[in-house]
């Protein structure tokens, strides 16, 4: 019993901290520039893939809800705004990070670095696939790959991959602390 709160109390942490992120922002063109990926990285290297994971999807099922957590508000119709990749994104990136460190050493750097730089790459390959997609479909402006590149790619990627590396560094020193509370409450709960 001990065992699923301490998972629920830690995916919560995770999902509030995402919200928090999406307040910390610059505003750029069609889409801003938010502190969320960063706890997306964090929740995949410390949660691992199924917790990370649930971590994100909570953080989005309460945003589809209609609870105000996105960068621009919340609510079902939020599904359609340009910028819905991204968070379908962190749900697919918080697993794999936590898969991958899963099958390595997860608190060696360069594994958190690889694991965490793969999470950014998916983020960006769903988010900006999804921004041209609606640019151009239901959105109803006519947009060129190179410009939704710009957009959704370009004026981000410098700081995003800053934020690859600063989680690496956080993930690693706080790493040993959640493995420790990890084994502590598997002994509790056995």
Known sequence: ????????????LFASLTSIGAF????????PFTLQILFVFLAGSLLGSKKGMLSQLLY???GIIGVPVFASGGGPEYIFRPTFGYLIGFIVAAYVIGFILERTNGDVFKNLLFANFIGLLIVYVVGVSYLYLALNTWVGTPTSFQ?????????????????????????KRLYA????VRIEHRKVAA
Do not use: E, H, R
């Open 60 to 62: 989005v099922g309460i």
């Open 24 to 31: 910390i922002k610059i505003p750029l063109p069609v889409v």
């Open 1 to 12: 019993m001990q065992n699923k709160t301490f998972s629920l109390t830690v995916v919560s």
């Open 147 to 171: 410009a939704v590149m710009m957009m959704g790619f370009a004026y981000s990627i410098v700081q995003d991959l800053f934020l690859v590396f600063f989680a690496s560094v956080l993930a």
């Open 177 to 180: 602390f959640f493995a420790k």
